[in-house]
């Protein structure tokens, strides 16, 4: 069972930048998927991206292309969520999530993602 806490979370101003973390507990396997998603209230669940532990391979919203980028640390067993040019419609409570391709033939843009993390709030103010 994979843990993940994710942090990095707060309050900014449009134009500007954080650093989402998201820490798995024990080891990341290279047939691992990383994802992050968010949820704003009353809106549905939107996945932002996404990275393949083993081959480095990412995918991004359109929403979010050329502002926000996936990246990972093998040995710190982390994945990041660099943001930049924050929008207000940034805003929203920010998961990462996990999936196993092992065994599989999905990508991680099909995969199912059974483990999550407990969220971090990301407000961006005009």
């Known amino acids: 069972q994979v843990q993940l806490v994710e942090s990095g979370g707060g309050s900014v101003q449009a134009g500007g930048s954080l650093r989402l973390s998201c820490a798995a507990s024990?080891?990341?396997?290279?047939?691992?998927?990383i994802g992050w998603y968010r949820q704003a209230p009353g809106k549905e669940r939107e996945g932002v991206a996404r990275i393949h532990i083993g081959s480095n391979s990412t995918y991004y919203a359109d929403s979010v292309k050329g502002r926000l980028t996936i990246f990972k640390d093998y040995a710190k067993a982390t994945v990041y969520l660099q943001m930049n040019s924050l929008k207000p419609d940034d805003t929203a409570m920010y998961y990462c999530a996990s999936a196993s391709l092992l065994g599989t033939s999905s990508s991680c843009n099909t995969a199912q993602y059974n483990y999550w993390g407990q969220g971090t709030q990301v407000t961006v103010s005009s």
């Open positions: 024990g080891y990341m396997h290279d047939w691992y998927c």
